[in-house]
């Protein structure tokens, strides 16, 4: 099921920002709780003094809050997301350092070149095609400085059939208008370390959460790979 930027926009306007945030503690009760869940995948990244982060598909914050509580001293995040309505909800919570949101389009931020010391794309990334994704990515390869550095926090495939099994039902994938089923199936064969490395960053490195459940990848924008 091919999703337009239209029906995306629309979608979480109206249905998916209103039950989001409930959603998603539910989702992770099996992994300790929203809290342990995402300090988890942000637990191999380090964040330096003073840095510009720029969190694409931001959602309704709850990504941002955690790496508001990770950032060091000095540090701005800037939030887009294509969604008034999940931007709504992020914007009434309390993070702990200069964070703004901005509604817009994660493939053209009209950002200079050159300009963010780091870019999150928290759990997004499967929902797009292929052709999305590598706009998505290779925006944020435009927008970060020399030596900066990409986050993604996604999915992941794991080897345990059982745990696929498991991705399968709680995550919803078994149901038909789930138009995340086939971009998710997409991006695991092709692989996220894969289109990270196709666009451009090196010393790729991939961190495996919950035994393969999830994964946080992340990579480098050198001044030999612009």
């Not at 988890?40 to 598909?57: D, G, R, T």
């Not at 870019?119 to 030596?147: Q, Y």
């Not at 900066?148 to 994938?173: A, C, K, M, T």
């Not at 149901?175 to 064969?189: G, I, K, S, V």
């Amino acid at each position: 099921m091919e999703v337009s930027k239209k029906f995306y926009r629309w979608f979480y306007n109206n249905i998916h920002s209103n039950y989001y945030n409930l959603m998603i503690k539910w989702i992770m009760f099996p992994f300790g709780g929203e809290s342990k869940w995402r300090e988890k995948m942000l637990e191999p990244i380090v964040l330096k003094k003073s840095e510009k982060i720029l969190e694409m598909c931001c959602g309704t914050g709850g990504a941002t809050f955690f790496i508001s509580k990770k950032a060091a001293i000095g540090s701005s995040i800037i939030g887009i997301d294509l969604s008034s309505g999940q931007l709504k909800n992020a914007k009434k919570r309390k993070y702990i350092c200069d964070t703004k949101f901005i509604e817009g389009d994660v493939t053209n931020t009209n950002y200079p070149d050159n300009y963010f010391d780091h870019v999150f794309i928290p759990h997004a990334i499967h929902e797009m095609n292929r052709e999305l994704r590598l706009k998505t990515l290779k925006e944020a390869f435009r927008v970060l400085k020399e030596n900066g550095q990409l986050s993604v926090l996604e999915l992941d495939n794991p080897n345990n059939i059982f745990l696929r099994l498991f991705i399968f039902v709680w995550f919803f994938y078994w149901l038909p208008f789930n138009f995340e089923t086939a971009t998710r199936r997409e991006l695991m064969r092709i692989g996220l370390k894969n289109e990270v490395r196709e666009v451009g960053f090196v010393n790729i490195k991939k961190y495996s959460i919950y035994h393969g459940v999830f994964q946080t990848v992340t990579g480098i924008k050198t001044a030999h790979n612009k």
